[in-house]
């Protein structure tokens, strides 16, 4: 896996990715795999210039090859959080609706949870049911950040 640091007004980012894909997305705090290789590809590059195009307030939608790893339910989270539109929040329990699994808030939220990929899969779209903002791994502040973003604020 490659990967490759950037500045942006939200702090440092590393972007990583495998064969031509986005793999990982990591803040600062995050722990970083020991085998990693820092080096800036193309696709690191377009990743860089477009969530540094979606921070500005111009870019709506990414536009990037992603490969996250997870298990086939955690995927079709993910391709759900995809489709929640700029600007606009759903809950855990509306995700686990959509996909088919009533039931299975919670399960939607360890999945939320456990996206290599945020912002670029925008689970800070996903709200508790009472639309308190709930765990994001970049922190509550910057989740509150991305949102109010989004809505123009």
């Known amino acids: 896996m490659t990967a490759y640091f950037y500045e942006f007004e939200i702090g ?11 793999t990982n997305l ?9 085998d990693l290789l820092i080096c ?18 111009e870019l709506k939608e990414f536009s990037l090859p ?10 079709k989270v993910w391709t759900n959080l995809c489709e929640i539109p700029y600007g606009k929040t759903a809950t855990y329990k509306e995700i686990a609706e959509k996909i088919g699994s009533p039931k ?27 639309g308190s903002l709930t765990g994001y791994r970049g922190g509550l502040e910057l989740k509150k950040r991305l949102l ?5 604020k």
């Open 66 to 75: 992603l490969a996250p790893a997870g298990t086939d339910f955690m995927k």
């Open 104 to 130: 299975a808030a919670r399960a939607v939220g360890l999945a939320n949870n456990r996206n290599s990929i945020p912002i670029f899969i925008p689970c800070h779209r996903v709200i508790g049911a009472d």
């Open 26 to 34: 990591y803040f600062e705090n995050d722990e970083l795999p020991k």
């Open 148 to 152: 109010n973003l989004e809505k123009g």
């Open 12 to 22: 440092k980012i590393g972007i990583a990715e495998k064969d031509g894909k986005i």
């Open 40 to 57: 800036e590809t193309s696709v690191l590059k377009e990743a860089a210039r477009q969530l540094k195009s979606y921070l500005a307030g």
